[in-house]
């Protein structure tokens, strides 16, 4: 699966911005989608995942409340809506495949690809201005 994230930017702390995921060959219905993003000297911290069918969705308690992460899976793409951005939320955005999101940003591969362990899509660069 190729994964593509778009939509990152330059905003001033306290402003918006919607992050998207697409994958223009393969459908993403059955996948468990999730976000991750890895700062600047920073391992990488999952942020969010949404379960196949949209129904159910999980949160970092380091976002809980500003990010909301939805799909739609008629169009085959996935959103990450982020609200009173931080310039700590500064980070590469990916998203990937299958892999669930605790409140405390680790994260576990739950797809069935062996040693591959999902798709990931190319980041898109987020950065918060104080």
């Known amino acids: 699966v190729q994964l593509q994230a778009s939509g990152g930017g330059l905003v001033q702390a306290g402003g918006s911005l919607t992050l998207s995921c697409a994958a223009p060959?393969?459908?993403?219905?059955?996948?468990?989608m999730s976000w991750f993003r890895q700062a600047p000297g920073k391992g990488r911290e999952g942020v969010s995942c949404?379960?196949?069918?949209?129904?159910?969705?999980y949160y970092s308690d380091s976002v809980k409340g500003r990010f909301t992460v939805s799909r739609d899976n008629a169009k085959n793409t996935v959103s990450l809506q982020i609200h009173s951005l931080e310039p700590e939320d500064t980070a590469v955005y990916y998203c990937?495949?299958?892999?669930?999101?605790?409140?405390?940003?680790?994260?576990?591969?739950?797809?069935?690809?062996?040693?591959?362990?999902?798709?990931w899509g190319r980041g898109t660069q987020v950065t918060v201005s104080s």
């Open positions: 060959r393969v459908s993403l219905e059955n996948y468990v």
């Open positions: 949404i379960s196949a069918s949209g129904d159910r969705s």
């Open positions: 990937a495949t299958d892999y669930l999101v605790s409140e405390d940003g680790s994260y576990m591969y739950i797809g069935d690809d062996g040693a591959k362990k999902g798709s």
